[in-house]
């Protein structure tokens, strides 16, 4: 079913307010891929804060054009999904963990703002941890030498008591 041109004008601003707000775009071919996968597909995307979305070509061209992503319009051919995220690993994660168990979705490419990724670059994407785990793991960072110190600072208190308690069992014993 074709759209008119106000329901393309919606559906390109739809698509443009995505695009602002995106860190990364990833695009696969979906060409034989039957509804229940797609579906799990979306209900995936959805999960992890990804913006799944078929789209014809020329309407994703005209919502990238004068975007950071606009690049991307030379690799779009074809019966083409889009998955658009803020955060700039999650589409390449949910798309590269789809088209893994499922060999009929084909990563074509990706993006990130100002720079095009190829299947072999989105794949290194999605093998990279999210901004939160990173977020987690830089504090985890941050903790260890205060936390270290205050096991220190601790220590000297403890050995003390520790003393202690040895000189008093050692004169109750005598």
Known sequence: MSLNRQEKAIVIEEVTTQVAKAQSIVVA?????????????????????????????????RAVAGTPFEALSSKLAGPLIY????????????????????????????????????????????????REELLSKLLGTMQAPIAQFVRTLNEVPTKFVRGLAAVRDQKQSA
């Open 29 to 61: 071919e979906y060409r034989g891929l039957d509804v229940a996968s797609v579906t799990v597909l979306r209900k995936k995307a959805r999960e992890s804060g990804v913006y799944l979305r078929v789209l014809k070509n020329s309407l994703a061209r």
């Open 83 to 130: 998955g658009i995220s803020a955060d700039p690993v999650n589409a390449a994660k949910v798309l590269a963990a789809f088209a893994k168990d499922n060999d009929k979705l084909v990563i074509k490419a990706g993006a990130l703002p100002n720079s095009i990724l190829d299947v072999n670059g989105v794949k290194a994407l999605a093998t990279m941890p999210s």
